[in-house]
Every structure is written in C-alpha cells, then in structure tokens.
C-alpha cells in the first residue's frame, strides 16, 4: 500500500478511536453521573411509572410510624398511609401519583431504595440487580409537643395559624404545626382520579391547607420585629439601660401618616420621653421603634441586620425544603422604614424566620442551620446518615445577645407580656400586625423556654381579632409538652 494510502487510513483510524471515545465518555457520563436527574425530569415520561410498585421506607418520629407503605391485595401495588395526617402534614407532605411533598419529596430517592448511598450497605444486591429496599427518615419533631401545637392552633378559631420551635442548641426542628390543614391519605392514593379531585377540592379552598403556613408563607410580623430593630441598636453601640426617644406620637422625615402608639399606652411609660431601651421594648413603643427605623440608626442599619438573621433568604430545613424568603425594605423613605420597623408595610416574615429570631438571641447570638430530618437508616437499621448540626449565622454578639434576652425577659415580667409570668415562657415578645381592610389581625408571640432551662425558641402566629398576646399562651404550651 502507498505511503499516502497508509497516512490516510491512520487519520481515519484516529478519528473514529477519538469519536468512539467521545461515544464511551458521553455514555459513561449520562449513565454514571446523570442516571438519577433523567429520572426525576419532568419531560421523562416513565418517571411516574411503577412509582406504587416500589416499598417506600416510612418516616419515622420519636419512634412512631408517620407514614408507611402497605401492601395492596393485588399482591404487586403498594398503598401509603400518614397517621393523623392533619397534625404531621407539614412534616411528611405527600406522595401522590404525580409528586411528593414535605419528607417525601426531600428524600424521595433514599425512601424508595433508589439513593447511591444504600448501595454500599446493600452492595450484593446491588450486584445483581435485586431492587434495594428503602430507608427510614427520621424526622427531629417531637410528637408530643408537635400534637400539642396543633389542637392549641384549633382551638383559638384563628382562620390561618402556624407554630414553630426550634432547639436553640442545635438547629433541630421540633414543632412545625400549621392550619387549615389537610389529609395526606386523600391525595396519597393509587388513583390518578381521585387523587386529581382530592387535589382540585384542596386547591379550590380559599386559605390553600395544602400550603405549609410555617414556611410557605409570610406575614407582617407586628412588634416582634422591634427585636430585630433593637438588636441594630446595640450593634449601633447602645445598651439596654440607654435613654431612647418615645413619646406619643412620631412624624418620619418627609411627611407621611404620624406613627402613634396603641391606644392602652396613653398616659403609661411610652408617653414618657426618653426612657430606658429595655422599656421601650417591654412595652412595645411604636414611637420609638418607627424613629430607630427612620433615623438612628436608621434604614441601613435595620436592613443590615435583618439580613443577618436571615432576612432576604430562603432558610433550608432539608434538602429541596426551604422557607420562603422574608423581608424588610431597603429605602430611602424615613416613611417606609417606620413602619416597616414596627413590623407593618413591607415587613413580612415566616414563623420559622421569627423562630429563628428568638433562636439567635437564647444561644449566645448565634443560629444553628436548622434541620428537619436526624438520621437517615438503612433497611438493615444501620445509620447511614445524621444530621449535621452547624451555625447559620451570627447575627449578636454574647454581649449583645446577654441584654436580648434580659429585654425578651422584661416583656414577660412587666411588659405586654406579663399575663404570661408563672408560666414556662421565660421570654418573650408579642406583636399585633393590623391586616388591611380586613377584620383580624396576625398575633404573633416569640419567645423561649422553658422558664427552668431555657434551651428552646418558638414562633407562634394566628390570625384572628385581638392581640399578640393572645398567641402567648400557645408558646407556653409548646415549651410544656417540650419538657418545660
């Protein structure tokens, strides 16, 4: 053969070598490294298939079962169950015949045995193709008080409520209750129908129960924001003992609608001008608050610091599961700012972003991550996974977050709180957000306990005429079935 024959045949020889393994790598890449995202894309059209033919691991809970799967009497289809599934809804989600929710959603994979980190635990099987069985996920909720949050959300008639508690030492989400809720069984069933009419009935319903109000919504968080804006203070050198500005009534910069306070302050310590920081909070002095917003330390100051508690972000609590974003306005409107530095306007958080709040200032000034799932066991029971606890941010520093929480406990012993003195509320702050044109009001408490240790914070938001206050008793017994 010709030298020039010889040459050719090589470069053909080399080309096709290089485009075979180009062929090899996209394969090896597809197969390897995107097997799992082709199979949870919405435009595969066999992602649906077979999903009730597959055991799910349950979802577990201080060693209660809170959801399962069961076999059908067909012998090849399995049914999921949730127990009282209006209590742990918020918790486990669902899983319906086109998605899956809460838990179920954020560790779909590791439920239905399909997760790349049971297969080291089950690797003959793996070996030979035989199907993995699912894990167990261990939720961080404690069942009691989780219980206990729920039926005192119903029991006050409020037409939307949410409660959240956090173990302020670790991140750990202990209680995260919401209502209207609904039942994961009538959307969890084998029909595509009737799980489709279930859907429709649930969304058709004006204040949407399949919504988590814990950390799918947000809401003007009233007075209990004036923790955040006094915490901007003494990161803006004051103490609690400092002379701060009150009086009755405050005009922003720039006109507006004169910022006063409540109606049952008139002739008490917020007429007084000036008082100590730590009554002006005790006893919730809009005058105050709104002029800290609007002037010193002014709207910077504010945002700055709502954005280290978390404020502007999506707040992770397990994986593919986070709260929507809660936010105060960056403006140049001394108007604006006073308001929303009371916690009305623009100013709206989730109760997990005020649980958070509380959190930040029992634990030294610091936010654990918090976290929604423990452990993570194989169908074996060995633990292949646990939660890894870690800080958020720091927002406070010992000493700053040292005069929080003798400001929070001030509330509790003479201030807009002290109905709930006796009780295991060691601090608190209330705060009563004035929904526009409607009837109700949002009532908010934070707070932490149990007055003994305290160790946990909880949010408590409910939506009903009256006042913050009236959501106090809610927090305390959260703190009671916690061990307070």
Known sequence: MRPGIDRALAATWVVALAMT???????????????????????????????????????????????????????????????????????????????????????????????SRLATTNLVDKIIGKHIPGGTVEATINVKAQRAAYQALQATGARRAAAVAIDAKTGAVLVMASTPSYDANDVSVLSGDKS?????????????????????????????????????????????????????????????????????????????????????????????????????????????QAGKFGFGSRIKIAAGMSAAPSAFPETGQPVLSALGSIGQGSTVATPL????????????????????????????????????????????????????????KAVVAKGTGKQLRGTSVAGGKTGTADVENEPYNDRWFIGFGPASDPRYAVAVMTEKKGYGIESGPIAAKIFDALGG
Request: glycine fraction near 8%.
């Open 353 to 408: 972003q005020m649980a958070l709040v509380a959190a930040a200032v029992l634990n030294d000034g610091k936010i654990m991550q918090p976290y929604l799932v423990d452990k993570l066991r194989a169908a074996d029971g060995s633990v292949v996974q646990r939660a890894d606890q870690k800080v958020m941010a720091r927002p406070l520093t010992s000493d700053q977050a040292s005069q929080m929480r003798d400001l929070m």
């Open 21 to 115: 393994v180009a062929l090899l790598a996209n394969i090896t890449y597809v197969q390897g490294f995107q097997a799992q995202d082709l199979r949870d894309s919405s435009l595969n059209a066999r992602r649906l298939q077979n999903r009730n033919k597959v055991e799910r691991g349950p979802i577990v809970a201080d060693g209660q079962r809170l959801a399962w799967s069961e076999l059908t009497s067909d012998g090849k289809t399995y049914q999921r169950h949730y127990a009282d599934s209006k209590v742990f809804s918020p918790i486990t989600g669902y899983f319906s015949p086109f998605t899956e929710t809460g838990l179920e959603g954020a560790e779909n994979h590791f439920l239905d045995g399909s997760d």
């Open 196 to 304: 489709q009419a279930a859907f429709n009935r649930l969304n058709s319903e004006p204040l949407k129960p399949l919504l988590n109000k814990a950390t799918g919504e947000v809401y003007p968080p009233g007075s209990t924001f004036k923790t955040i804006v006094a915490s901007s203070a003494l990161s803006a050198g004051k103490s609690e003992d400092s002379q701060v500005r009150a009086g009755r009534s405050y005009q922003a910069p720039g006109g507006g609608q004169p910022i006063n306070n409540d109606a049952g302050d008139i002739g008490g310590e917020c007429d007084q001008n000036p008082i100590p920081l730590i009554d002006a909070y005790a006893q919730s002095c809009n005058t105050t608050f709104a002029y800290m917003g609007a002037q010193n330390p002014g709207n910077a100051a504010v945002h700055d």
